[in-house]
């Protein structure tokens, strides 16, 4: 504790030696709401338990055993290209290629009550209403925008726990506040498992609804307040009839009834409105009990002071951004300040004021430290939580913990894949988890016990009966037979063993670090030779016919093709460049995937991502190239990573909301940018070294937890002097484009040099 | 805690001065479980949380918005008359009318693996058996039965909160244990919510159940342990495919995977056996969590001793049955205290060890005392909660402190009506745990604050919105165009409300008294003097039209016609009386009630009770007229009382199977018995006085919790001598067939001196 003490003490110190700017206007959360970003606009507090924000459509999905795009545009709730808003919902994820959530989904509305959505072609058949991006306003922590068909005004900041609304009402006897719970993000019929709403006074009203969605089995529990008292309030449930409900027709549930369950439920809250009244309205949220979520907005909101939230929701933004004060153009700085933003707004915090929290075997748990959710580990062990290591590895600490929770509760005994609010959905590959975990021990994040990390990582990559583990572990490869992305698992797994091998080797477990560095080898396993590309094999040995090096449907890869994929041995790019031909045919290849042509009809089966979020046969807008355009270094020209990385920065990363090329993926997409624009990655988490590129800033100033100061500087920056001919720390010119964390950690200064042409020595 | 220690050292020494009898042999759990009784025959123990009882059918119930006679026979789970065993569930009501519950479904099989229960006439098309009652043993605590199609014996036994199987195989490599996790009682296609089971080992398993039943939100949990690991495992998930499941497809969920979740789930474990190999099976539930449950099991049942269970169980009933000891023929004997068995299962305790429970609000509360569910109080209030007060007033301290913690959990701000699982279900008519709390107060039980007490009944009784209340309140009665059993709402309102007085008599509140005395006269007012019946009337004050005093459907009662209704003023029969014409009209009126011929086509539709549950036009199988025998004591012929309790106690009850002419609901129809065969009886709860009437049993010594005894002993009793020349009190006469609690709570012996002749003085 004492040590926290001195932290906070020396940060203390720090933010009055670095004058604090205001960078919240640099923040644009609208930036990736159009076509494939699959951000929302809404407001939220750093890692924030609520987003609430607005949801331009709540599709309902009706089963029919396929993939339905229409739902999956709305991953986010919110599509800029929409001239529509339903409502405004509590949870969402940012970035995601699949969804769940939106809860608790509130709209006001005024006139003939409607408890109907209605169509976005025909906003007038239901609550919706039209609105107009020149009435909006999205920033960090607060959102407005006018509501044409009510003629009302919407604004939303948010708390850790609580969002916040403020309705401004027109002089009316018919102005409503609805809160729809049968709404939510990929809807589909039965998606609501069970509601349950108390309606304790006339400004209280506590309830929870358990959903069957992407997470199973996943319930939360709200208190609504209102600030001023309605005057009337009712439901109706559009479910069917139900048997026992004989004695309730005792009561007329429908209006003013304060004790209403069931699956499929419509509520509304009447009021009396003056010309120009706001209504304000808090909804608090807990994973436990509503006695929690109360308590929760108690502790958090205790007041009706709008302005007071939005302004400590923005300073608390205001604190996490100024932990990186960089100077750059102004729209890099807005690309910047948002991707760390997004970076920011997940995974989040999922545990309540009294540091109660349910987990995955369903029970209620007490934290230790602070418990998270939403961990989308295929995508952010890549570069999201090595940022977290570096700038939040107090975050990461506890993050790292949550998912040792998470195992120690789950009764497969495994790490997560894809979890969130107390669940495993089991999405993509690999069991990255392994990398963050061995990335925060090797970094000196984690505080736990190093062994317990290393048992669980062992266990989870053990796991015979998961995704061909078994046949992995017997042969050095999946087989083709037994799994559809046989070769992109076998790599994953490969890479993910070598992150095991490294916590081992810190750990002094020579055992195990040599049975993890043997695996670590698999990927020479899926290398055919032959043909020069990783390719499905099977189990007799030979590999699978027909094959396409273009096509990613059907050839063993997840997310990309044989092109990107055969690139992917992040932990010895070394032997990836002698298998490949040596330096020489190596980097010819990276030039031949940067300047392809990829046909269209190649393209029609790559998810997620625009037709910008491909750079010849490049990638970027999924997440298996990102450490791509870094090889250049192992190959001998490290000019052409240099290239590489501002031309990405620039062509896939635009202060628009269309300007992000793929889906953000909580935050791994902007952490490539962050750590890109400053002119370092880290290749393969799980080593202490970042790979340098070409940093876009002019300058950035890091403030570290520990309280040390890291500065990156360039010389001649420019757009055109993307080439780096040298590069200083703390005025020692380094030897290799590599830089080690250790060496951040202790505060420096690491000096680009930049010019016009390359340094090709 | 002082006094309680006292209580329970004087309680010891009693125990010490009268020798324990054996009085477990005397209890026939199967009275009752043939016909409409509606009792089950498993094992359980005093007011236990888990009723682990054999179903010997679950039919599923196709909501068609109407009432299905086959669903309402299995309100116990259990007929009698069938020939096969489904499977042993875990809860199950006594007596009711209406029902729910059967959760965790038990069925050991052996051969091949069969997952649907098949049919009762080919129970080989399924997991179930057929049985004989040959092989069935059915105890206090214990129960035992052959499987006849598996060649396994069946034993159950139980703690407070765990039920133990006992089950012995053949030899065999396919034995199985399954766990039905969509069966249940009162079935109907949607009733399961969600289900949610983790495998946590290969001898514990651990999860929950949601219901939508007859309680509308309830959640059971449960940890299931076995005596031997189980060699594999696996589940079925009858629900149809489901949105989001793609990624689970990495595992073959079927089979041996320990996470399982969905709405239709069955479950199967695994076994080799050797001949006449016992396994043992453990299911503790909870009404919080899984984690409770488990400390539940392991608190009170660590071991894998069955015999101990049992023996313990058997103890405990032993200890409650001792409560009263009496001398009476031998059917009699069982007929009391298989009575006193059926009274003593009811309301179970609601709450773990650590004492928390589930409330109304949905949310976890710790409890003060212990708290208890299953009110089915339009029957309880009568008889059994007067007994409490007898015989158990610790406990209905309890009872009414749970029913206080309702009512403060309540959004609807009300006492319970009809309540189990932290749901009140609102089945039946009155308001009458009024009657419960203002008769715990004014006899002393209740420790209380009354005054909260009072508060809470005075809101209940102005619930204008229920029920008809408003109206009652405006104008003295029910209007029959506002509510089908309007008279019989107003004649319970009545009641209450009179119930309500006397508790602000004793709390010296006399403008509550006043008010309330006021609208205990409202009986009045559905008194039609023009044909002297009581009668639905209209808002504009006249009589129903056509009406008919035989017939119960449509005419403004419920479970009852005016015939028996009329005489539902147990609150001034003295008033009734000068109502009906004075005494001697009066008596002839109920000579005629219990002489008349009921044309069988009113008996159709008088819910619940069988041919045999009436005398003349006196329904002894349903609850209204169960004061009304002893209604001849206010008409100066007590001799009538005499003969006609006598008269209902050989008739209705029987030490058979079909021996109760009624369901014993929850446990009212027992306490009639038990109270009737010693004598006296409580026709107005809320008044500390008994009515006496003729006692059955030859003498009954009642060891009371404060340490006292009070002896009833009869002379000259015989079978003929059903009539009571004198009553002696201490050895002094009693002037008026009453008898007040405080004097039974004194202590001493009351003598009945009976004669084959009535004393007509």
Redesign the interface.
Known sequence: MKTIGVTLLLQGVLSLSFAQQNLVPYVHPLIGTEKMGHTYPGATVPFGSVQLSPDTDTLS?E?N?KYNGDVYRYCAGYKYEDKTIVGFSHTHFSGTGHS?LGDFLIMPTQGTLQLNPGTASDPKSGYRSAFSHANEVAEAGYYKVKLDDHNITAELTATQRVGLHRYTFPKSDQSHILLDLMAGI?N?D??V??T?V???NDTLV?G?R?T???A??RTVYFALSFSKPFKSYGQKNFDK?????G??R???QAH????I?GKKIRMYFDFDTSEGEAIEVKMALSPV???NALANMRAELPHWNFEQAKTRAQAAWNTELNKIQIDAAEPDKVNFYTAMYHAFINPTVYMDVNEQYKGL????HQAKGTNYTTFSLWDTYRALHPFFNLMQPGRNNDMVASMMAHYNQ???KMLPV?SHYAND????SGYHSVSVLADAVIKGTYTGDPQAVLDACIATSNHR???GIGEYIDRGYIPATANGTSVSNTLEYAYDDWCIAQLAKKLNRADVYNTYLKRAENWRNVWDNSIGFMRPRLADGTFKKPFDVYATDGQGFIEGNSWNFSFFVPQNPTALVETMGGAKKFAARLDTLFSMHLPDKFFAETEDITREGIIGGYIHGNEPAHHIAYLYNWAGQPWRTQERIRQILRMQYKPTPDGLGGNDDCGQMSAWYMFSSMGFYPVAPGSAEYSLGSPLVKNAKLTLENGKTFTIETVNQSDKNVYVSKVLLNGMPLSQPMLNHADILKGGTLTFYMSAKPTKK
């Open positions: 999905y089963f055993g769940d990929y589909y039965d998606k498992v069970w349950y108390r309606v304790v506590t929870y358990q069957n969605g992407w199973r089995t009839p139900q048997v026992y409900r004695f309730w005792k009561f007329d003013n009834f304060p004790e369950a009990s509503q006695e075997d369903q029970d209620v789950s009764p497969l894809w959905n089991w999405c993509m009966s998961y995704e």
